[in-house]
């Protein structure tokens, strides 16, 4: 079992900037993946970024050139960096961990979410 814990939400005005982390722990022994999801009220749970284990990232097209996905393995966490934020974007965001649970099976876990609300 892993558990993940976000931390960072709150409050930003438009055009700010806000800095997301998940800490993953428990039975951690082969984590591939981790990303960013996010959920605005009356829409899908939509893929924001998500980071390999060798560091290449990829970004929902909403989001491509405005966030920064990382992570530092040493700590099992990884960072969103979420800049020129706007109101639309309030939403609850996700972390998601990829742990391989087999040659060729991985598992997903998923942190609680945590609220971002950009308003004025």
């Known amino acids: 079992q892993v558990q993940l814990v976000e931390s960072g939400g709150g409050s930003v005005q438009p055009g700010g900037s806000l800095r997301l982390s998940c800490q993953a722990s428990?039975?951690?022994?082969?984590?591939?993946?981790m990303g960013w999801y996010r959920q605005i009220p009356g829409q899908e749970r939509d893929l924001v970024a998500v980071i390999t284990s060798g560091g290449t990232t990829s970004y929902g097209d909403s989001v491509e050139g405005r966030f920064i996905i990382s992570r530092d393995n040493a700590k099992n966490t990884v960072y969103l960096e979420m800049n020129s934020l706007a109101a639309e974007e309030t939403a609850v965001y996700y972390c998601?961990?990829?742990?391989?649970?087999?040659?060729?099976?991985?598992?997903?876990?998923w942190g609680q979410g945590i609220q971002v609300t950009v308003s004025s």
């Open positions: 998601n961990v990829a742990q391989g649970c087999g040659p060729i099976k991985e598992y997903d876990y």
């Open positions: 428990g039975n951690i022994f082969s984590i591939n993946n």
